[in-house]
């Protein structure tokens, strides 16, 4: 009988500390949530960047008062530390607006685009030329230079409804983006046109970033709105036996690479400050719009997280570092100096979690690197569930914290509700207004609940 009664006591000795443990988490997990939704700040920081700077391009004068602007919020939080990392960025500017039409003959029809982010200009006349539709990669050789030399290639990816995660259907619809003139100039092709990378048809064409090979000839990319793509679509299925022609215009140029900042901020850790947990959003956006969602949403919301945790008089056991990454949309220049001083450096980054997916309602985290540490932070999903955060099973983390693939065992993505991103995605509506203030806070409270669980019990 002694025996059973010192089993049971040692039993309750075991389970109590857990059990206590885990009530206390979820103490503090609500007062977290309490404080960004009553009390929040991202939401005005927000209004701020998107409203009296706007878009912010890497290299131009708003990009520069957006770095002054982040060392402003940072330092009002009253952090241990905020300060600076230098990097070398791309300077490409759009110039005027630009113009296209749909020719057909002696009549044109104007369309609306926007030129691609890197790409070169038209000659200053414009280019017009006759238009080949492409609808994917397989076309491009069977087609061959007999085909294509002397012509505009009109890259007609379009998008897959049928995917639940928009992401998903990003990643097929944008790959024209990216590498359309690179593989349409060997054959002769003289520019590119590439329907937007949209989940709706409209008449926003939405912009982002292209790249050239050297050793390719480089031709103008524009994208095209969804609505103007059906229409040049249908009108080179029509045989009238007239050639159906493109022509644009676009001013845009690429100046030399130019000074800029990472702005970081950090809350030194209690017990183990040498264990650095990243939290950050990119601070540069398209020129287009305000870069409410992308990404100044993931700034204020990474920004918040600190604010959280001083507003409430937390100490973290682990030290929490928000980094402003600049750069992210047309080089990644901030997320590489980033990740290339921490090697220098030789800092122990235990965890880095990016928000760069929009302002939405959470609804979880995806994740690369370690497996058993996954599944560790996996294993809190339970304190989540009153919060409806039930999403802890997907792949990927973010484009600028990837570059500490090697040297940081968890990376970890923000995942907010997908399904009206690519409406706006770099796009000129994407703006302050489309953010909703609640949404926004969530998503703060949330990474600051995860933060402070691996800030308490390291990985």
């Known amino acids: 009988m002694k025996q059973k009664l010192l089993l049971t006591a040692a039993f309750i000795f075991l389970f109590i500390p857990q059990t206590f443990s885990q009530n206390n988490d979820s103490l503090i997990i609500r007062k977290l949530y309490n404080e960004a939704l009553a009390n929040g700040k991202a939401y005005g920081w927000l209004d701020y960047l998107s409203n009296n700077i706007g878009g912010r391009l890497s290299g131009s004068l ?14 009002s939080i009253k952090t241990d530390r905020v300060f600076k990392q ?19 003959g002696d009549s044109k029809t104007e369309v609306p685009v926007c030129a691609l982010g890197n790409s070169i200009a038209t000659p200053k006349g414009g280019l017009t030329a006759e238009v080949v539709e492409v609808r994917s990669w397989d076309e491009l050789p069977k087609l061959g230079s007999a085909a294509l030399k002397g012509k ?22 944008v790959e024209p983006r990216w590498a359309g003139a690179q593989r349409a100039a060997p054959y002769g092709a003289v520019g590119v046109v590439v329907r937007s990378a949209a989940s709706v048809h409209d008449n926003n064409p939405h912009t982002g970033s292209m790249g050239y090979i050297d050793s390719i000839p480089k031709i103008p990319a524009c994208a095209i709105s969804t609505n103007a793509a059906d229409q040049l679509s249908r009108d080179l299925k029509f045989k009238s036996g007239v050639p159906v022609k493109f022509s644009f215009t676009q001013n845009c140029e690429m100046l ?6 990472n702005v970081l901020a950090e809350i030194k850790g209690s017990e183990h400050p040498e264990e650095i947990i990243t939290v950050g959003g990119h601070l540069d956006s398209w020129d287009t719009g305000h870069g409410a969602h992308d990404d100044g949403a993931g700034v204020v919301q990474s920004a918040e997280v600190l604010n959280l945790f001083k507003a409430l008089g937390l100490q973290p056991k682990r030290t929490i570092r928000c980094v402003f990454f600049m750069n992210e949309e047309n080089g990644g220049r901030g997320g590489k100096e980033y990740a290339e001083q921490a090697k220098k450096l030789n800092e122990k980054l235990i965890a880095a979690i990016e928000t760069d997916a929009g302002g939405f309602v959470p609804r979880g985290f995806s994740f690369d690197g370690d497996s ?35 040297q940081c065992p968890v990376l970890i993505g923000l ?22 203030q609640r949404e926004l806070e969530l998503g703060a409270a949330t990474m600051a609940a995860l933060v402070y669980l691996i800030s308490e019990y390291g990985l």
């Open 62 to 75: 708003q990009a520069a008062q957006a770095v002054k602007w982040g060392e402003m919020i940072l330092g």
């Open 86 to 104: 230098q990097c070398m960025v791309p300077h490409w500017v759009r110039g005027a607006k630009e113009k296209a039409y749909i020719v057909k």
């Open 152 to 173: 505009i290639v009109f890259y007609n990816f379009e998008w897959d409804q049928t995917k639940i995660n928009t992401f998903d259907a990003y990643g097929q619809a």
């Open 256 to 261: 030399p690479d130019t000074v800029s900042f």
């Open 372 to 406: 058993v540490k996954i599944n560790k932070i996996r294993s809190w999903q339970k304190l989540f569930k009153p919060y409806n955060i039930y999403s802890w099973d997907g792949s990927g983390s973010g484009s600028d914290i990837g570059h500490l693939a090697d």
């Open 415 to 436: 995942s907010p509700d997908s399904q009206r991103y690519f409406e706006i995605h770099h796009t000129t509506a994407d703006t302050f207004d489309k953010v909703n």
